[in-house]
């Protein structure tokens, strides 16, 4: 697959800014559009001559940033032929490999196991597993019991729910590919936040749809500018609960006064984590045609990869009759465990609550002292910081981080068109003392930026 310097174009964005040789922040932005998964393997990259002409830069500048990511084994060169995308083989020379355990990983922003809590619901769910072996598994809406409980969470919300009204998928993300691959066809247009979850955006994209970002304010939500992007518009996802990566919650008055011209899917598989503010009613308490989407991965845990969609029966048999196409239900074990954490949520979602204050404010006291140049704001719920960094650096820190020990996501990997640039994700789902840890380190990286140091390792994926 060839891809023309145009599209390379697109996706770098604004690579040029920020600190060091042109070449270095071209090769630094090539090498996390590899691995973020958006130059694809195999793909064969436009000539020198042409990307140079299209970037307006020299040909010196691209040939040395293909030479610097062919000697790190991100490139694979022959004479008169393209450069293809690939990843270091182990061992590749000068791309040495940090050992995993010394690694402090802020690319996902989600929390550890409760562990007893975790431990005692798969034994109850182990005992109530022999109810369904009469059945054949393929539980393709999900077992009665889960939809049940989630029917309960919504209940206990402000949102009264039907069993009926739920369908059961392995995680959020598989709810809005398997939304996107049912009612989107490529050339529709759909509204997202931007800042955004990056899964949402490969999901969305992957069906060939055409992204309309709307930028997130400081305060949140432009209902304005959302009304008006919505217009010929097929769907919208928002995530208006403690918003990923900002952290930012839809006020209720926007909520009730919200219309768009669209169907909406809103995403709210952060909505328990309120720190600073009551939690608030469902979205679709306002709108009942939105189509929800939940999930245990940030309340409970993302080993559980149990995720719903809360829709109309008859949107969900849509999406039933669409599902076999990738895969044929969720585990039944998983589910009967998840029905009995969401029934439970409120006797150990608390603690966690608290420990989640403790762990942003250590992180947020930790980042004040090693780079106070930056600007943080606390959100008031979710897991994450939504950092405004002093200059245009954020892939040259992803690129570097591994070096010091770190694993980061770039602010690019939330948006589109390469934006984002001057803006980081840190989660606070870590503890204490490892976060104080990381924050020294990623001075460190910041120094390393200012004295023009190359980076080596390749960071990871993001959640």
């Not at 006020?251 to 503010?277: H, K, N, Q, S």
């Not at 939504?386 to 570097?400: E, K, V």
């Not at 770190?406 to 989660?427: K, S």
């Amino acid at each position: 697959m060839k891809i023309g310097s145009h599209a390379v174009a697109r996706m770098l964005g604004a690579w040029h800014d920020g600190p060091g040789p042109a070449h270095q922040r071209l090769s630094d932005r090539l090498r996390l559009l590899v691995l973020d998964g958006r130059l694809a393997l195999g793909a064969a990259l436009p000539s020198e001559r042409d990307l140079a002409l299209t970037l307006g830069v020299s040909r010196t500048t691209v040939g040395t940033a293909y030479r610097a990511l062919a000697d790190a084994g991100y490139l694979g060169t022959h004479p008169r032929s393209r450069a293809v995308v690939r990843l270091p083989d182990e061992g590749t020379p000068g791309v040495p490999t940090a050992p995993l355990s010394s690694t402090i990983d802020l690319s996902f922003a989600a929390p550890a196991a409760p562990g007893v809590i975790l431990h005692r619901a798969f034994t109850q769910a182990l005992e109530q597993l022999p109810r369904h072996f009469g059945r054949r598994g393929y539980e393709r809406d999900g077992v009665a019991e889960l939809r049940e409980a989630v029917a309960r969470w919504y209940g206990r919300r402000g949102l009264a729910t039907r069993p009926e009204q739920i369908l059961v998928t392995n995680g959020a993300q598989h709810a809005v590919a398997l939304i996107a691959r049912t009612l989107l066809t490529p050339g529709d247009r759909v509204v997202i936040d931007h800042p955004t979850y990056p899964h949402a955006i490969k999901a969305l994209t992957d069906v060939g749809s055409r992204l309309v970002p709307v930028a997130l304010e400081p305060d949140g939500w432009n209902v304005e500018q959302l009304r008006a992007a919505s217009r010929n518009a097929k769907l919208a996802y928002l995530i208006p609960d403690f918003h990923n990566p900002t952290g930012l919650c839809m006020p209720a008055d926007i909520r009730r006064r919200i219309r768009l011209d669209c169907p909406v899917v809103v995403d709210e598989t952060l909505a328990d984590l309120a720190l600073d503010v009551a939690p608030p009613p469902p979205f679709a308490a306002h709108h009942p045609a939105t189509i929800s989407i939940g999930s245990t991965a940030k309340s409970i845990w993302g080993g559980l990869r149990i995720g719903w969609i809360r829709a109309t029966p008859a949107l969900l048999n849509r999406l039933t009759q669409a599902r076999p196409g990738t895969d044929l239900g969720t585990p039944v074990l998983e589910q009967l465990a998840a029905a009995l954490l969401l029934d439970s949520l409120d006797t150990y979602l608390p603690t966690q609550l608290d420990q989640l204050r403790t762990q942003r404010r250590t992180l947020h006291t930790a980042l004040a002292h090693h780079l106070p140049e930056w600007t943080v704001p606390i959100p008031p719920g979710g897991l994450s910081f939504w950092i405004t960094l002093d200059t245009t650096i954020s892939s040259r820190l992803a690129a570097l981080a591994p070096d010091h020990g770190l694993t980061l996501a770039a602010g690019p990997r939330f948006g589109v068109g390469g934006a984002f640039e001057r803006h980081l994700r840190l989660p606070y789902s870590l503890p204490p003392e490892t976060l104080e840890t990381a924050a020294h380190q990623l001075s460190s990286v910041r120094g390393a930026i200012n004295k023009g140091v190359r980076g080596k390792h390749k960071p990871s994926a993001v959640a």
